[in-house]
């Protein structure tokens, strides 16, 4: 009896494949059966199969290796590395030459979404003087005496040392720039330079004021404490003399 619904389509080229082992063979069929967006990882697969993490991991490297899976790592918005995985009903490569071949149906392709757009540089300082450039990097280097993850490669530390050297130009003192970039790191880091970058870019403090600040007018001092010459008893005046209870010094009044 014909399937009138809820049934997927396998080319033989799939399903008597010579070289594809049992396992990844079944593994093809059940992800061209699933819908559009489902996930096909490794933890997700072994979740719903007893194969295991290891035999189902090396199942989908044979789907990859023939032309059925295509795994990709991108970078999400958070700076993690995720991996993006397309599976096709046709093995990529086999399409004769000709006209573009239309777009398989949707249920055949269980995609993840797509990939977000890498991230902008970090803002590049203008022109830096090659030993500001120095600087820069050296900071960079250091950070990992703050958190042994932020050992950055020396590409990222070449790729961020612009980023630094803006701080610095902008009058942020070198250890303002280690503290905002090492301190309250996330504790499931996976790209320390991408965290470095976006703090670069997200944090980037404003020039400093070219006009100088205002005069403040210092505050009046009291006067010194002296001892009245008539009672000695201490009181406040700007020299020696009576205090206001005793009468000044002289000839009384007749």
Known sequence: MPHTGHYVVIGNHLAQHQALSLVAIGLAVHIQSLAAGSGIGIKALAARFPEGEIRIAAALRELEAAGYLERSCVRTPEGRLATRTVSYNQPRGTVPPGDDPPPPPPADLAP?????????????????????RQDAADLLARLRGDDPRLLLAERDVRRLAPGVAAWLDRGAEPEAVRHALAADLPADMRSPAAVIGYRLRAGIPPRMPTAPPPAVNAARRP????????????FRAPGPGRCRDCPPEGPLAA
């Open 112 to 132: 993840v979404p797509e990939p977000e757009p890498a991230p902008a540089p970090p803002p590049e300082a203008p022109a830096p003087e090659p030993a500001a």
């Open 223 to 234: 006067d010194p404490w002296q001892n009245c010459d008539g009672c000695e008893r201490a």
